[in-house]
C-alpha cells in the first residue's frame, strides 16, 4: 500500500511569490494535515482537512491557505512568501476518528530567497 | 502551556549504551492517545507506537520500550542497546479525544556514537 507523497520534494522561491504545495494521502484516509518544521524546531500544526472542509487551523496568517479535493488529496498555498516560511513543509493522512494515528509523507522543502 | 514537553532536546550515547527518551503531556481528558514518532536526517517522521489513556500495559517492541504512567502523565521511551542507526529527532505526541489535533514536542535529538 502507497504511503504519504508529496510534492515537490524541494522548491525554491523568492520573498513575495507563491509556494503550492501538493500532498496525496493514503488510499482511504480522508483527513489530511499540514505542518511546517523550521530549521532546529518542532512541527507546527498549520491545517487540518476532512472531506473537503477545513476542520481547524494553526496560528498562521491567512496567507497560509488551502484545500482538499473530491480524491481527498491537498495543496497548501503560501502567497506573499517571507524569508521565514523557508522550513520542511509536512503532510500527514489519517482515517477520521480520534484516535487514529496520522502517517506521515517525506516532506517538501521550501527555501525562500 | 506546552501540553506535550520533551526535556531532553538533545541526547548523545555511545553505541550499545541503554537510552531513556523522556515524555510528559498534559491534558484533561480522560480518553486520549499518546504517540512516538521517529524523524531520521530524511526528513519523514516514522510511526513507531500509539497508546491510549485506557491502557497502560507498557510495551516492548525488539530493543524498543515504553513506558505508560498516568499518575506522572509521562510516556517514556527506552532504546536497549542502541545503534548507529538509532540516531534520529524523536518526538511524542498527544491527542485529545475532544477536538482532532494532535499536539507535538518539540523533539530530542538522539546521536549514538560508534
Known amino acids: ?5 508529496q510534492s515537490p520534494t524541494h522548491l525554491i522561491k ?39 472542509e477545513e476542520r481547524n487551523r494553526g496560528n498562521f496568517p491567512p496567507r497560509f491557505s488551502g484545500r482538499q479535493f473530491p480524491n481527498y488529496s491537498s495543496e497548501l498555498n503560501v502567497n506573499a512568501l517571507e524569508l521565514e516560511d523557508s522550513a520542511l513543509y509536512l503532510c500527514a493522512s489519517s482515517l477520521v476518528e480520534s484516535e487514529e494515528t496520522q502517517y506521515f509523507g517525506p516532506g517538501t522543502r521550501l527555501l525562500v530567497l | 502551556a506546552q501540553k506535550v514537553t520533551q526535556a531532553q532536546t538533545e541526547i548523545s550515547v ?55 504512567q498516568k499518575s506522572t502523565s509521562s510516556f517514556n521511551f527506552t532504546i536497549t542497546a ?27 535529538s538522539l546521536t549514538v556514537i560508534p
Open chain 1, 14 to 52: 523568492t520573498r513575495g511569490q507563491q509556494a503550492t504545495l501538493r500532498c496525496s494521502p493514503i488510499s482511504g484516509h480522508t483527513s489530511v494535515y499540514w505542518y511546517q518544521q523550521a530549521l532546529g524546531l518542532g512541527l507546527q500544526f498549520l491545517l487540518w482537512y476532512d472531506e473537503g
Open chain 1, 1 to 5: 500500500e502507497a504511503g504519504v507523497t
Open chain 2, 14 to 68: 555511545v553505541e550499545k549504551e541503554d537510552v531513556t527518551l523522556d515524555c510528559v503531556y498534559e491534558t484533561r481528558d480522560t480518553t486520549y492517545y499518546l504517540f512516538w514518532y521517529k524523524q531520521p536526517p530524511s526528513g519523514e517522521l516514522v510511526f513507531l507506537i500509539r497508546r491510549n489513556s485506557f491502557d497502560e500495559q507498557n510495551e516492548i517492541s525488539g530493543r524498543y520500550s515504553w513506558n505508560f
Open chain 2, 82 to 108: 542502541s545503534q548507529v542507526v538509532d540516531s534520529a529527532v524523536y518526538f511524542c505526541a498527544l491527542r485529545e479525544n475532544t477536538g482532532n489535533q494532535f499536539y507535538f514536542g518539540t523533539g530530542t
